[in-house]
């Protein structure tokens, strides 16, 4: 490899061994925060206020039924009054370029989506919502939609570390101490670390500059943007207040802030599996599943590096060396690009500080494959360790039958129900993807979206549907995500792709709390091993790569080999 790399390279393995570290720490803060340690302090004492205030029972543990239950209240309730507002903003105040009410189905559709945590976004920001839409409207539900993903992620836990018992918590006792002890502290702490840099944070009407002699001016947006964009990137939400997300640089100035950005989105998925290992008093299960997400994230990164710093065939073929650069902000270089793409689709977040549909085919294919695993490496806040956990179950059922023992994990034996729980959660994303990109590419009203012929136009509609289907909300350009189809079904896919693992996982949780926990025996799978670790992986490239290969292989494979000379 040529040198260049190297400071690319190297600040990438300082970021992930600090990220890791760190990591390990806030994992531990976590635990403390859900097992209640913090109750005496001022904090604690906030909290207490909030559920005299709101009448919230804070003793009487809830079934998983019932914290499904109020979880889809909450999330339903919240999409509703996002909808409302969008609605209505023109009439509402804050509104400083005076727009009017989002056309309904633009507005279902993004309702859907901030609720579910997709973000995924069918409209221009800066030409299309108020100040009050993107405060109280968007960047309200990045909180709740985040809080909402670790709270299902802490129950998740509590059902593997407690037994014979049918409650996994209280979701409200949950999400109010997710809000208060982490989101709500570390969205302030790095809004105004954002604002230090250069992000913008103003109420100001846009600004209109004057041209250069008979050039036209230019209307510069302005906005409250440093505090949306900092639980943007913690929260995995990824939807940014202008158009251009994080290439723009009132959202993403300098390298400084960019690595701050990949910082934030990466946190609180890293630190989930340690706060595993501390709810089980088995720390090396927590490093098991944070070996399994590291190693594939490590593997992806590399690939994606490489094939964009070996640039494009034809363009190499004419003499022109180096990394492609379109579609990538100079100020980030090519580490700081390919960094980004690969945190931000190996978690659920979807931001972008380069075009995804620029990079490379066998690069942009990487992204693409991220998503389609079901945002596991990493993933999302919370659903990233909760779809993980799905994965495990499969891989020691298989593990077990291959050995002819009844299969367990974590001492709780592991049977049908808790099977068809777990290839629910694993397989939802992947039929509502395979289903839904044949059905596009047969209904008019799916065809007419795609505005890029061949095997590249096919990789972008496979992208829009795995993006949408598994909440990550990143796309590829040269395509019109706006239609009536995509707005409808689009809307549903992220819905039930948010939805249908999380009270599937949730149940699995609640059927082995339930259970004894058996002590290990000389035939016991042991779950905290290199070797597991490497099983694990095995059994998720298995399920996830090659459910999808064949459709792999008619779009980002396929214009590998055009370019390539292969067809």
Not at 112 to 126: R, V
Not at 327 to 355: D, I, P, Q
Not at 421 to 449: D, E
Not at 504 to 524: H, I, N, R, Y
């Amino acid at each position: 490899m040529s040198p260049q790399p190297i400071p690319d390279l190297f600040i990438i393995g300082v970021f992930l061994i600090s990220l890791t570290i760190i990591a390990f720490f806030f994992g531990t803060y976590l635990y403390h925060v859900f097992s209640g340690r913090y109750a005496n302090t001022f904090a604690g004492q906030i909290e207490r206020w909030i559920y005299k205030l709101t009448g919230t029972d804070d003793e009487n543990e809830q079934t998983w039924r019932e914290y499904a239950r109020d979880l889809l209240i909450f999330n339903l309730a919240g999409g509703v009054l996002l909808f409302i507002l969008l609605e209505t903003q023109g009439v509402l105040p804050i509104n400083v370029q005076g727009f009017g009410p989002v056309e309904p189905l633009v507005a279902f559709n993004t309702a859907a989506s901030f609720m579910t945590n997709t973000n995924w976004q069918t409209y221009t920001g800066e030409v299309t919502l108020s100040y009050l839409s993107q405060m109280a409207g968007l960047t309200v539900q990045n909180f709740l939609s985040a809080a909402t993903g670790i709270c299902v992620a802490i129950a998740v836990m509590r059902g593997f570390a407690r037994k014979e018992t049918s409650k996994l918590g209280i979701f409200w006792v949950d999400l109010t101490r997710t809000i208060i002890y982490i989101l709500l502290p570390l969205a302030c702490i790095f809004t105004v670390l954002l604002v230090s840099q250069g992000v913008i944070q103003n109420f100001d009407p846009y600004v209109q500059t004057t041209g250069y002699g008979t050039a036209p001016g230019q209307l510069i947006p302005m906005g409250p943007v440093a505090s949306q964009e900092a639980i943007k990137e913690l929260g995995t939400n990824g939807g940014g207040f202008f158009n251009a997300n994080s290439a723009n640089p009132f959202e993403n100035p300098t390298a400084l802030t960019n690595l701050l950005e990949i910082f934030l989105i990466l946190l609180i998925p890293a630190s989930l599996p340690f706060v595993f290992g501390r709810f089980l008093q088995k720390k090396r299960e927590g490093y098991t599943l944070y070996a399994v997400m590291i190693l594939l994230f490590v593997i992806s990164l590399v690939i994606l590096y490489e094939s964009e710093f070996l640039g494009n065939p034809e363009t190499t073929a004419l003499g022109v060396s180096g990394a492609p650069m379109e579609g990538k902000e100079v100020r980030f270089g090519l580490g700081g690009s390919v960094l980004f793409a690969a945190a931000t689709t190996a978690t659920s977040c979807g931001a972008v500080n380069t075009m995804h549909d620029s990079l490379t085919p066998l690069a942009g294919m990487i992204p693409l494959v991220l998503i389609l695993l079901g945002e596991i490496v990493y993933g999302g806040v919370g659903s990233g360790f909760y779809s993980i956990i799905g994965f495990v179950i499969i891989a020691v059922f298989i593990a077990g039958l291959m050995i002819g023992r009844t299969p367990e994990y974590l001492g709780k034996k592991i049977g049908i129900f808790e099977m068809k729980m777990a290839i629910t959660a694993i397989l939802t994303s992947g039929v509502i993807v395979l289903i839904m990109t044949a059905l596009s590419l047969v209904i008019p009203g799916g065809i007419m979206s795609m505005q890029d012929p061949g095997p590249h136009g096919f990789s972008e509609l496979l992208y829009a549907w795995a993006s949408m289907a598994n909440n990550n909300g990143s796309a590829f350009a040269g395509f019109d995500a706006a239609k009536t189809f995509y707005l409808v079904f689009g809307s549903v896919a992220m819905i039930l792709g948010r939805f249908i693992p999380m009270i599937a996982l949730l149940a699995l949780a609640g059927s082995v709390a339930g259970k004894k926990t058996l002590q290990a025996g000389p035939g016991t799978l042991p779950t905290d091993t290199p070797s597991f670790v490497l099983w694990i992986i095995m059994v998720i490239l298995i399920v996830g790569v090659l459910t999808f290969f064949p459709f792999l292989a008619l779009g980002p494979v396929a214009v590998w080999f055009i370019l390539t000379g292969g067809l």
